[in-house]
């Protein structure tokens, strides 16, 4: 039975599920931070993914992708599938502005989490409702 792997539950806000993905929001109101993880098990690498899985994976990314680009008025959009942690396949979509606390560094180990206040989880739901 799939589950979502424990530190993902534990760092983050389920939005939802797309055909394929489940949609995370990373608990970090630093950064407009996005997790897709397919609703695949015993899965580390797209590549295990099977073929029509691959290319919904990257269909749903790319949707996710222009969405969050335009809404939240990204200079850069960061993605990464790194797994150096979490094993289960889940791939990392990250808002980046040229303002933001870690520009040009990567986002990880930069600065602690700033979990998101009620009104602004609220407002990023609001936001997302239209992916």
Request: with cysteine; hydrophobic share 40%; net charge negative.
């Amino acid at each position: 039975m799939f589950e979502i792997h424990s530190r993902l539950q534990q760092d983050c806000i389920s939005l939802g599920k797309l055909e394929l993905c489940h949609l995370l929001l990373m608990n970090d109101s630093n950064f407009p931070w996005f997790i897709l993880v397919p609703e695949r098990e015993g899965i580390s690498e797209i590549y295990q993914l099977d073929m029509q899985d691959q290319q919904q994976f990257m269909s749903e990314s790319s949707r996710l992708s222009r969405y969050i680009s335009s809404v939240f008025k990204a200079h850069k959009l960061n993605i990464a599938a790194l797994g150096n942690i979490v094993p289960q396949l889940h791939i990392h979509h990250i808002v980046r502005y040229r303002r933001d606390a870690c520009w040009p560094k990567p986002v990880w180990g930069q600065q602690p989490a700033t979990p998101y206040a009620p009104d602004e989880l609220q407002t990023v739901r609001q936001l997302m409702q239209d992916l």
